[in-house]
């Protein structure tokens, strides 16, 4: 059995930000177009009007503030309410691999490896662009690594998920380098009409480059130990997929992009997420006074709160548990690495702290992590 350390991050931004005003600006330009066209049936009680959101609103629904978009244009147009990401012919590099792979180089230059010398791409996220090929498999190809790639889902947690899977082929020996690469586009899986959610996701990829820990000089992290986890829940789904045309839905469905029943998400997953970072710190010898970090999945605020506070038992220092998604949004598997990446270079050697993403499934994945 080998040793794993993480020896590198990347973290790919688009380059439009949404501020929350000017979301509230389209999405009530919206609700008034709606509200006018079924004015009618509204008033007859047939029709729910759309109620007007505000930044205030969102701010304390969920503590973001702006969030990164790969288009802007389209998700602000009253009348379209989605982005337009133009198709690309089969020969062009998809969408999802071109983010994904400058994620990667990022990654693979903080730790000085050359793509050639990766063995396994694992592309872990919320949505993949196609069933087939994989995309991580383009990933390899774009970037020119060995060995082989697969895709994986596990919604929020796809990205600890991907690494506890990259750690135990590089522990058995199958593999001596991996990149966990989170190519997440959720702006095309939100519902931008829905004021409960319209303001809850954004853009990005990140990339984990995980190596054999033997003979590292450079800055790395040990990977202490793995875990995770997952109990089926209805209250967050995505209904859409490629049975939908077989089922005549192929018409404009609200179940077809992501859908939460925030009340019980809340109620059910704290408590699910707070026991199993506890069970496993428990398991590994890890007491509350020796996390100097929590990089946790970057979905709300409260959450984070509740969270920080049952593991550690107290409300966090600041910088104990980082929070991006005021920047970045809610973006599912990739937020937790966000976290880590840019807060991380500060820890002195032999720190140790927790990698923890969850969400849909319910699904929860943990990495202890230390300083070398």
Known sequence: ??????????????????????????????????????????????????????????????????????????????????????????????????????????????????????????????????????????????????????????????ATFGIQTAADMIKSGNVRRALVVNPEICSAHLEWRDRDCHFIFGDVATATLLERDEGLTGPHFKVNSTRCATQFSNNIRNNNGFLRRAHDQVHDRRDMQFMQNGRKVFKEVLPLVSKHIAAHMADEGVAAADLKRLWLHQANKTMNDYIGKKVLGRDPEPGEQPNILQDYANTSSAGSIIAFSKHSDDMAAGDTGIICSFGAGYSVGSVIVTRA
């Open 1 to 158: 059995m080998h040793n794993v350390a993480i020896t590198g991050t990347g973290v790919f931004t688009p380059d439009n930000i949404i501020t929350n005003d000017e979301l509230v600006v389209a999405f009530n330009a919206y609700a008034d177009l709606f509200n006018a066209e079924h004015a009618d049936a509204i008033a007859a009680g047939e029709v729910e009007a759309k109620p007007q959101s505000s930044a205030e609103f969102i701010v304390q629904a969920s503590g973001i503030e702006q969030r990164y978009v790969i288009d802007k244009e389209g998700i602000l147009d009253p009348t379209r309410m989605s982005p337009k990401l133009p198709a690309r012919p089969d020969d062009a590099p998809s969408l999802m691999a071109e983010i994904g792979v400058d994620a990667c180089n990022k990654a693979l230059a903080q730790a000085g490896v050359d793509a050639a010398d990766v063995d396994l791409v694992i592309c872990a996220a919320s949505n993949h662009e196609r069933a087939y090929p994989a995309v991580a498999v383009e990933i390899q190809q774009l970037l020119g690594t060995g060995g082989f790639g697969f895709d994986m889902n596990v919604a929020c947690s796809s």
